[in-house]
DNA sequence: GTGGTCTAGACCACA
DNA sequence: GTGGTCTAGACCACA
């Protein structure tokens, strides 16, 4: 994990969007439980108050669920991180493809300029 | 235009990219007049305030140049504007692609499922 | 003469300092015919009002008169001139040696410094 | 600091220079705090929007950065204070003689005028 | 009528 | 307590 944060977005929604984004990858997996407030606060240099706040949202959505004494973990609700990937997913294509057109290229175009895309940069 | 602004970034930000893009896509024209502070403000039902702040980032960036009692225009270097373009839709690709390929698809699927929702959404 | 005004001072201001320092430094003559306010005023891109307001800042200060049909002259006050002349240099002098002092450089070697950079860059 | 105010040019702008200068003359040192946003504004008796502004232009600059919540600092660019200070002294330098010049002295009288001066206002 | 600057004052995010 | 954003409203320079 890197934390560098933009300044013109609160940092627990950042924070919040970043982890969630992780469970839905599955770069965090069902179950794992995850670091502590304190842990993620001194890791991410932030306030302890920050990271609540970020949890706090991401109980709320469903994606973490807390063992009073044992920490915060990843949802077991395989369904809500299939559900939310496709979802995702199909935001990103409809962002990109519809933000290329308004760019000025023909929809018609975008599977070939993808495809020549990867080619040229695999290591990304 | 539609004024619809989101909670989680400052209000001349969301103006700003706004135009930005509209400059970038040639949907606003080299040369082009823009609408009065005023207008504007009135419009998106902001301050003027919230307007000016929004273009004189414009103006750093050398979008927009102003004309004393005139009023504000769309910048005449062509050059900055394509260059502009490019790389916004080469940031697009990129992001695309990567975000695709942390939410578990292979890149080498991406194109095709790219042209298929292409397909299924003509419309959109 | 270059006309570009910095969007940070009144024009009005930027032009009657322009035309006091020709005078001062004899750029003009006296009793010299000065253009008119249309000449001006065309030649500069800005409106006669403007003109006019630069011109009667410098007939308050003694430096042009006016004829009631012929137009506008150099004042014939070579001693307000000439005071002028020594005012402002003295001024230069004093602002050159305080801010090279205020960064950090030696009023002894100011001399030598000047020196220098007179050789270097004759043609300035 | 004293703050009187040039009614000829804005407030901000005179803010930001004055600063500016005391960065590039190490008045302020590296990574100093500089005073906050309603320190200065009721210091100089202006708007707290007014030093808000004159700050960001600073920013922009790479003369301060600012800590989310622990107010702002002097940037610890070394080379970019030198490379200013370097820059700006040749500017007073290359200003100084040609103004001279205008007002008609010779250039090879200034090192001496210079040297006069300096020995007759030692004090100053 | 155009943009530019400034004020007084409110409220927010983060520590 | 720190900076950031926004509003309502005034007044200015220039055309």
């Known amino acids: 994990m890197s934390w560098s944060f933009d300044n013109n977005k609160p940092i627990y929604l950042q924070i919040s969007e970043k982890i969630k984004f992780q469970i839905i990858s ?3 997996e069902t179950n794992q439980q995850l670091p502590t407030v304190r842990e993620l606060a001194s890791e991410a240099g932030v306030n302890t108050h920050t990271i609540q706040r970020a949890f706090s949202s991401l109980e709320q959505d469903g994606f973490v669920f807390c063992k009073r004494t044992a920490g915060r973990f990843v949802t077991e609700n395989q369904e809500l991180i299939s559900k939310s990937r496709k ?3 199909k935001k990103q294509l409809k962002d990109f493809i519809s933000s290329m057109a308004h760019l000025g ?3 018609e175009e975008l599977p070939s ?3 020549n895309y990867i080619k040229q940069n695999w290591n990304y």
């Open 113 to 115: 300029i993808t495809s």
């Open 105 to 107: 290229y023909q929809k």
């Open 26 to 28: 599955q770069e965090l």
């Open 87 to 89: 979802q995702l997913a």
